[in-house]
Every structure is written in structure tokens, then in C-alpha cells.
Nanobody, 129 residues
């Protein structure tokens, strides 16, 4: 199971760090661990992903330069550092991981929610202006 945490209320321009911890199973080198978000009335959208094995990362254009995904192998946890938050970043953030057989290197693959088979419960990020 994946456990997402770290959401909260922050002013525009502020920062938050989200965590995604795996319990029961560890992340393996073949998995990718990503973050998606969903705002009210909108579809779930890709934010960023990291390949657990080599640390390769991909970002949505909307968060490049502001968000950073990282991993801690010892803690079996993925982090999402979010800086310079904007009102449009407000959403429920979900972490997810791919099954070992899914090896994504294209946007179409890693940005699709269907590539992921395990999902956390979501954590709310609220940005006040």
C-alpha cells in the first residue's frame, strides 16, 4: 500500500513537501513512482514521476522549475517538494506506482494513470491567495 501525506494549507508563493511511503512492499528498481493531482471538477492530471532504480525524473510543464521529486531508498519513500505554489496547484495529490512490467520512457506512458497499479489515498493541498 502507498501512504501519501504532507498536504495542508499554504499561501501562494509558499512551499510544501509531500511524502509517499510504501508499506508491506518495498519499491523495486523496476518501478516508477509518480504524483498525480485532481482539482474539483477536473480530471486527474500527471505531475511528476521518478524511476526508482536510476532516479530518472519527468515533470509536467506546469510544475517544472517549481516542483522536485526525490526518493529515499532507506525509508522506501518518495518526496514531492513543491515551491512557489500557485492557486492552480490546489488539488488532491495522489502518489502511485507502476507494476514491474511497465517500463515508461515516453510521456504517453508515464503520464497516463492507467500505467499505475497502486495508488495512495490522496492528500489535500490548499493554496490561499
Amino acid at each position: 500500500q502507498l501512504q501519501a501525506s504532507g498536504g495542508g494549507l499554504v499561501q501562494a508563493g509558499g512551499s510544501l513537501r509531500l511524502s509517499c511511503a510504501a508499506s508491506g512492499r518495498t519499491f523495486t528498481s523496476s518501478r516508477m513512482v509518480g504524483w498525480f493531482r485532481q482539482a474539483p471538477g477536473k480530471e486527474r492530471e500527471f505531475v511528476t514521476v521518478i524511476r526508482w532504480g536510476d532516479g530518472t525524473t519527468y515533470y509536467a510543464d506546469s510544475v517544472k522549475g517549481r516542483f522536485t521529486i526525490s526518493r529515499d531508498n532507506a525509508k522506501n519513500t518518495v518526496y514531492l517538494q513543491m515551491n512557489f505554489l500557485k492557486a492552480e496547484d490546489m488539488a488532491v495529490y495522489y502518489c502511485a506506482s507502476t507494476p514491474p512490467i511497465v517500463q515508461c520512457s515516453t510521456y504517453v506512458c508515464y503520464a497516463s494513470a492507467r500505467s499505475y497499479d497502486r495508488w495512495g489515498q490522496g492528500t489535500q493541498v490548499t493554496v490561499s491567495s
